[in-house]
């Protein structure tokens, strides 16, 4: 970590109240974001990266929720300020994109309605002077025709069309850091590539630094510098992203690499990582992926292994892989 | 007095009461009334449960004790709750509408409830909550616009029990007071002679029943038309 961080989460411990007692999503998870800098968090569904994108903007019900650890932004912790100054923060310094732009805009709006009222809440401009605003932030995300878009209801819009909407709304204050959860997750293939482009050119106009949440490993190759493994509530691996493919440091992180698809060989059957997530009211004694683990040692059975951090960045939570690679702790 | 109880006729249309007055010019006079009575309930109770539903489905730490108090209302029949209220705050056309406001509260509140509960989860909320919006701006803003469906759908069913039950209870003798007619309290009248006089209760009972199919119709036809499901995806 260094001072050159913008985000730096620090020991986030997310706990949901269940129907039988509270639950552990997020366990101990330390990361940071640099500036300029685009950090991928990657699992699988359930895994926590969600829940902590969330936490960032402390966006959860405080009736059911306990949250310890710190997050950092600028080196205010977000999960303490007041409500008026959370406020500035969301949708000024930081944004977020959602998965599902079908569901993201709200339908009773038109477009002008929703981008005029995010500057609205943040600046203070006329009507007109938003309107205007509108229409350029349209044309930046490539909305062909945006005088005329800008007064549809979202229903009229494509599933593309509505995420480069929800990515106009996000850039509109021009924020520091973009949090996008899974913003391609329900595109079709061809649009997703636009999408990234998008937001790749996006994030170098702006200089904004991204937290880019997904399971898809090629959306993470193309995009990020760094990446962030999580499984069961933790993080499992951090590394760079070029070392992340070429030499996973956890069997987990191996398996998602391992499940995707060559492009150039027929495969009959693709690749799996067998098993599920273990259930978050289960108390570990081991390694949490021991039950899925094709390297298991008897060790891994014994105590749950600690994050190992290398010299050179990243760390790793997998100690017989580590053994086996020899890099430098 | 030589026109007491006649019959229908060309002179009187709809036939004449005990104290000779023209039966279509009461109820034309009664729809003003009957009518108003029957909006003004809506509205308030729209209102109202509005309030209610709002507060409670978004403002989780109020929920169960509004919805307590709101099960406790519904425990009673309308019809029983609102004789009980008038009977408290006296025969008069604004305690028949209070009454009747109160009545139907606990229902239209139900409504709204669900409505925000279902819409608060949706990521449109969240991604306002994440522009940085204020509980109010969400509540006018977003919650209200896509609830107002279901709402009116529910006020047009509350203005046809509001005319039902406005009748039941000028004919128990509780609505607004004579002389002012309502269909109600005309039928209440005529009921001494129903069966030599049956047109003074036959002409304001089909009034009322016209009255409060056609508001079911509308608010069929309001829920088919305002229902998402419904709606052509362009």
Redesign the interface.
């Given at each position: 970590m260094t001072s050159n961080d913008l985000l730096r989460v620090n020991g986030l411990t997310v706990e949901f109240l269940g129907e039988s007692g509270w639950l552990t999503a997020v366990e101990d998870v330390s990361f940071s974001v640099g500036k300029k800098e685009c950090v991928g968090l990657v699992g699988e569904s359930g895994s926590g990266k969600s829940v902590t994108a969330l936490s960032v903007?402390n966006?959860h019900?405080r009736?059911t929720t306990k949250i310890h650890g710190r997050i950092e932004y600028c080196g205010e912790n977000t999960l303490t300020l007041p409500a008026n100054q959370l406020?500035?923060?969301?949708?000024?310094e930081i944004?977020?994109i959602?998965?599902?732009p079908m569901?993201?805009?709200?339908?009773?709006?038109t477009i002008a309605d929703q981008i005029i009222?995010?500057l609205q809440?943040?600046e203070n401009i006329s009507a007109a002077q938003a309107r205007r605003r509108a229409i350029e932030l349209l044309e930046w995300v490539r909305i062909p025709d945006a005088a005329r878009r800008v007064d549809e209801y979202p229903?009229?819009l494509s599933g593309g069309m509505r995420q480069r909407v929800?990515i106009a709304?996000a850039i509109a204050c021009k924020p520091k850091l973009l949090i996008a959860d899974e913003p391609t997750t329900a595109l079709d293939v061809t649009i997703q590539a636009e999408i990234l482009n998008l937001l790749r050119e996006l994030q170098n106009e702006l200089d904004m630094s991204v937290l880019l949440i997904t399971h898809d490993l090629g959306v993470i190759a193309e995009f990020v510098q760094r990446v962030v493994v999580m499984y069961a509530g933790q993080v499992i691996e951090e590394a760079p992203v070029m070392r992340l493919f070429d030499q996973p440091m956890h069997p987990y992180s191996q398996g998602l690499i391992n499940a995707i698809p060559p492009l150039h060989t027929d495969v009959h059957r693709l690749s799996s990582i067998p098993g599920q997530l273990p259930d978050p009211y289960e108390v570990h004694s081991g390694c949490r992926f021991s039950a899925r683990c094709s390297e298991l040692v008897p060790a891994c059975l014994n105590s749950q292994p600690s994050l190992i951090e290398f010299s050179n960045g990243g760390s790793s939570r997998c100690p017989v892989r580590v053994e086996l690679s020899g890099l430098n702790r | 007095m030589r026109f007491r109880f006649k019959p229908p006729s060309l002179d009187f249309p709809l036939g004449t009461d005990g104290f000779g007055r023209d039966v279509l010019s009461r109820l034309l006079h009664g729809a003003r009334l009957s009518l108003g009575i029957g909006l003004s309930v809506a509205v308030l109770s729209g209102a109202m449960g509005t309030l209610v539903g709002v507060v409670s489905g978004h403002f989780k730490q109020f929920d169960s004790l509004l919805m307590r108090c709101m099960d406790a209302l519904m425990a009673f029949p309308a019809i029983m709750l609102a004789i009980g209220i008038t009977a408290v705050l006296g025969p008069q056309t604004a305690s028949v509408i209070i009454a009747l406001s109160v009545a139907y509260v606990p229902r239209t509140a139900r409504i709204v409830r669900a409505a925000v509960l279902v819409i608060r989860e949706t990521e449109y909320i969240q991604a306002a909550k994440v522009a940085g919006a204020s509980h109010a701006r969400i509540v006018f803003r977003h919650l209200l616009p896509n609830s107002i469906g279901p709402l009116v759908v529910q006020m047009s069913f509350v203005f046809s029990y509001a005319i039902l039950a406005e009748a039941a209870l000028s004919f128990l003798g509780i609505g607004a007071p004579p002389p002012t007619p309502s269909w109600g309290n005309i039928i209440s009248e005529g009921r001494d002679r129903s069966i030599e006089a049956w047109w003074i209760m036959l002409f304001p009972g089909i009034a009322i029943s016209l009255a409060a199919l056609g508001m079911n119709l509308l608010g069929d036809g309001l829920r088919d038309v305002l229902d998402p499901r419904q709606k052509t995806e362009g």
């Open positions: 903007l966006l019900e009736r406020r500035r923060l969301r949708g000024g944004a977020m959602f998965q599902d569901s993201s805009l709200n339908p009773v709006l009222e995010t809440l943040h229903h009229r929800m709304m | -």
